[in-house]
């Protein structure tokens, strides 16, 4: 699986943004998706995960209520609405594909997309 993350930008406070993945191959409701981030200086965080038939998603608590997850299985793309944005979301927010259970841990996500710049002024 190929992952080809777009849509970053660099926004003001309270803004909003949409990042897209698009996956190759013909079976990608098979895998779970997520979206991490990476500031400066700090680990790959997870920011959001959705199952492969789209109905089960999971959020980390920053995020929550201001980020949603999609996908659409037809088009093999998942996206990250981000709406309130603020500054601490500044990272480079990567895609990841798994098989099977995974959590909230990067090191359980097998495929990476190349990142896409967030940065957000106040």
């Known amino acids: 699986v190929q992952l080809q993350a777009s849509g970053g930008g660099s926004v003001q406070a309270g803004d909003s943004l949409r990042l897209s993945c698009v996956a190759s191959?013909?079976?990608?409701?098979?895998?779970?998706m997520g979206w991490f981030r990476q500031a400066p200086g700090r680990g790959r965080e997870f920011v959001a995960r959705i199952s492969g038939s789209g109905y089960g998603s999971d959020y980390a608590e920053s995020v929550r209520g201001r980020f949603t997850i999609s996908r659409d299985n037809d088009k093999n793309t998942v996206y990250l609405q981000m709406n309130s944005l603020k500054p601490e979301d500044t990272a480079v927010y990567f895609c990841?594909?798994?098989?099977?259970?995974?959590?909230?841990?990067?090191?359980?996500?097998?495929?990476w997309g190349q990142g896409t710049q967030v940065t957000v002024s106040s």
């Open positions: 990841a594909a798994a098989t099977g259970f995974p959590a909230k841990a990067p090191s359980e996500y097998t495929y």
């Open positions: 191959g013909r079976t990608f409701n098979n895998y779970v």
